[in-house]
Antibody, heavy 120, light 107 residues
Framework: EVQLLESGGGLVQPGGSLRLSCAAS????????MSWVRQAPGKGLEWVSTLSSTGGSTYYADSVKGRLTISRDNSKNTLYLQMNSLRAEDTAVYYCAKDYGSGPTPCEYWGQGTLVTVSS | DIQMTQSPSTLSASVGDRVTITCRASQSIGSWLAWYQQKPGKAPKLLIF???TLQSGVPSRFSGSGSGTEFTLTISSLQPDDFATYHCQQYNSYPWTFGQGTKVETK
């Protein structure tokens, strides 16, 4: 059974930093691209970033480019999102998601999410 | 960026109704479109990918159609478990983009 467990969310002041983790199990982690998608309170889904299976290719939404960094440790089956220079508009539930397979693919499985609140 | 527009934003329906949700892309995305179902406080669940391919385990009352810029999600006979919010997403090109969501509520 595929499981994705996010952690690391919490309350942080504007300008602060946070690192989210996503522990994966139930599949060959190193074979799949992984993504982060967020959802602000009461709003729709917003794609944040995608990282290829090897970590060689990264993609970011313009709204987070230069502030958020996606990475992975395939030896630990873990995906990360380093969040710097946080803003109030980054407040959201952050989901990690496993991509479906090779080529253009949607998010097949999602974690339960972790809430990040940016506020003074 | 490709803009995705869903309609309606809210849909009131009864159990047994046929429900159709539309998603339009601002430019052609081929068939690279997914539909997700989301219930309050829960993660989205993949229902359909490549516009019309049903994800494993998803009931056959769900179907998707379309290509290019216009897509539909149809629930042939709405069941109590189907009251939720539905999101479309294009994965033709980065940045991936989602529609604003359609909430299916009880009439």
């Amino acid at each position: 059974e595929v499981q994705l467990l996010e952690s690391g969310g919490g309350l942080v002041q504007p300008g602060g930093s946070l690192r989210l983790s996503c522990a994966a199990s139930g599949f060959t982690f190193s074979a799949y691209a992984m993504s982060w998608v967020r959802q602000a309170p009461g709003k729709g889904l917003e794609w944040v970033s995608t990282l290829s299976s090897t970590g060689g290719s990264t993609y970011y939404a313009d709204s987070v480019k230069g502030r958020l960094t996606i990475s992975r440790d395939n030896s630990k089956n873990t995906l990360y999102l380093q969040m710097n220079s946080l803003r109030a508009e980054d407040t959201a539930v952050y989901y990690c998601a496993k991509d479906y397979g090779s080529g253009p693919t949607p998010c097949e499985y999602w974690g339960q999410g972790t809430l990040v609140t940016v506020s003074s | 960026d490709i803009q995705m527009t869903q309609s309606p934003s809210t849909l009131s329906a009864s159990v047994g109704d046929r429900v159709t949700i539309t998603c339009r892309a601002s430019q052609s995305i081929g068939s690279w479109l997914a539909w997700y179902q989301q219930k309050p406080g829960k993660a989205p669940k993949l229902l359909i990918f490549k516009a019309s391919t049903l994800q494993s385990g998803v009931p056959s009352r769900f179907s998707g159609s379309g290509s290019g810029t216009e897509f539909t999600l149809t629930i042939s006979s709405l069941q109590p478990d189907d009251f939720a919010t539905y999101h479309c997403q294009q994965y033709n090109s980065y940045p991936w983009t989602f529609g604003q969501g359609t909430k299916v509520e009880t009439k």
